[in-house]
């Protein structure tokens, strides 16, 4: 349910999946952009910033730790 541009989702919004997740939030392009709250069963709220679908949190952390062993094994050579 929500707003629709083209076809696909824009704006707010709110999406169930068939896991039994909800989002709530902003749209664009069809993706999860902006503010939103993801419901998962059982477990409790979850706000985050969302770009192109991916949370923006989980895209810093993933940064932070592909940098951090980038740096820390390139220093060493494979034997072959």
Known sequence: ??????GK?????KYKDTNGSIFDGMWKDGKRNGKGTLKLPN???INWDWKNDIPVQIRWLADLFYNYFKIKYSHKKIKN
């Open 9 to 13: 989702k824009d704006g707010k919004g």
């Open 43 to 45: 477990l409790e709220d």
């Open 1 to 6: 349910e929500g707003h629709f541009y083209n």
